[in-house]
């Protein structure tokens, strides 16, 4: 198997056309932050912000995301952060599963140039594609379980705090055991 670089994975990211979503893109969104973090976090897909940007969680949900960092003594430049789809699904739809297929090889690969010790999927779509496909995000955020020598978990994701702040104080305390559990893997 041919091995290559993030910066060669984005140029394929960037052309794709595998699925219609490449049809309505402004900009193709691939993951960002630190190749060497432990952690990577990955959503279902980018928002119109992004889709401008072409940066994963700009905007307000991404500032909430910086909040909850912020609060365990995190920063982006110490995380990986990305998407299942790399392109914005119209009118802010969910990804289709042909759609998420379509990347699957994008996102397999960023996790393979990554080898974190875990993976934190933000929002409900996340969590039922990467964990389980009947994950409750409600009742199982914050756990964690071990596959394949990798810890998983989900947490809300930060634009479902934005509709709902009473589930702030839940993804705190969801962003303190991540932090946890960083501290016993390194």
């Given at each position: 198997m041919e091995l290559y670089t993030y910066e060669e994975l984005k140029k394929?990211?960037?052309?794709?056309?595998?699925?219609?979503?490449?049809q309505g893109r402004n900009r193709a969104v691939m993951g960002k932050g630190n190749l060497h973090s432990s952690v990577l976090f990955i959503a279902e897909g980018p928002g119109r912000n992004e889709d401008r940007d072409g940066v994963p969680f700009t905007g307000r949900s991404g500032e909430v995301l910086?909040?909850?960092?912020?609060?365990?003594?995190?920063?982006?430049?110490?995380?990986y952060l990305t998407n299942i789809v790399k392109?914005?699904?119209?009118?802010n739809r969910d990804p289709l599963p042909q759609e998420q297929e379509a990347c699957m090889p994008y996102l397999k690969y960023e996790t393979l140039l990554l080898?974190?010790?875990?993976?934190?999927?933000?929002?409900?779509?996340?969590?039922?594609?990467?964990i389980r496909p009947d994950y409750r995000i409600?009742?199982?955020?914050?756990?964690?379980?071990?596959?394949?020598?990798?810890?998983?978990?989900?947490?809300?994701?930060?634009?479902?705090i934005l509709r709902?702040?009473?589930?702030l104080p839940e993804a705190e305390a969801d962003f303190r055991k991540?932090?946890?559990?960083?501290?016993?893997l390194e």
């Open positions: 394929f990211v960037d052309h794709c056309g595998r699925c219609s979503l490449a910086d909040q909850l960092l912020q609060k365990v003594g995190m920063r982006r430049e110490d995380i392109c914005h699904p119209p009118g080898r974190p010790k875990l993976i934190v999927c933000l929002g409900r779509i996340a969590a039922q594609r990467i409600m009742r199982e955020h914050g756990t964690f379980i071990c596959r394949k020598n990798v810890w998983l978990t989900s947490v809300y994701h930060p634009s479902a709902d702040e009473s589930k991540i932090k946890d559990k960083l501290g016993e």
